[in-house]
């Protein structure tokens, strides 16, 4: 009896990425989790129209208040700048020059009032207007995110609606033991609809002829020989210290034997290709296993 190896031989299943499962599995996280940030923007969007709302009301009364208090000082500037200017119309001598000097003092003080109201009311209307820009980008990125969203519910159903196809165009084959008939991937899409089903164990591999078996899962196989013109193989299989020779194999051919500690059903090898020394393939295990 020949001992398994230490070391697995390398596995196409840890360097291949499952194509259509996969997608699954990775448009439905990013399905779920632009759902929770659409649900979160929508929510800080709210805060936002609420902030900015408030902002505008704020601003509103700042410039009532502003202007007001503005009109009112611009209006006694005015008064005061008048009577000044009759009581030096009306004065005479070193009275009607400082009544001037005073005229004069209140004109430019009028005019440094009225460029001060002018700087303020073009303040406010920049702070509205960016207020108003903020609104306008929070409701466009939220517009984006919706459509983000919806495209990503497309593409999960378009990828569902292939893996399903994929599924149902699945083969039934007879195996070589008992005439039992299980379905087989004969490529990588066709196997990643098989692990989608949930049925099976699978391990991928890609296995050279060598002096001693090679591990893989709980058993050894060990190829013997390959005819790659004819897509046929013989390997020798070896679970619970029994070796089981399949000879002469055919490519995409359920080989069924059973393990009797491991479980109650067969396990199966299928090799998809076969070349100079090497074949390439899958283990289908069963998902139960014996005493479990």
Known sequence: MMQPPPEPAPSRGKIAIPILFGA???LIGSNVYLFVELNKFRAETKKADEKILDEISKTRETTSVTATAARQNLDA???????ARRQAAMAAGQAKIDAEKHAEQLARRLEAEQRK??????????E??????TATAATARLGEVSTEVGQVKT????TKAELDKTI?????VVGDVDSHASLIATNAKELSALKALGDRNYYEFKLTKTKQPVKIADIAVQLKRTDEKRNRFTIDVIADDKKVEKKDKNINEPLQFYVPSKARQPWEIVVN???KDVIVGYLATPKVQAGR
């Open 128 to 133: 509205v207007s960016e207020v108003r820009q």
């Open 24 to 26: 699954v599995i990775a």
């Open 117 to 126: 109201a002018q700087e303020q009311v073009s303040k406010i209307g920049s």
């Open 168 to 172: 149902a165009n699945l083969k039934r």
């Open 273 to 275: 290709e076969v070349k």
């Open 77 to 83: 500037l005015r008064d005061e700048l008048d009577a």
């Open 155 to 158: 593409e999960v159903a378009s």
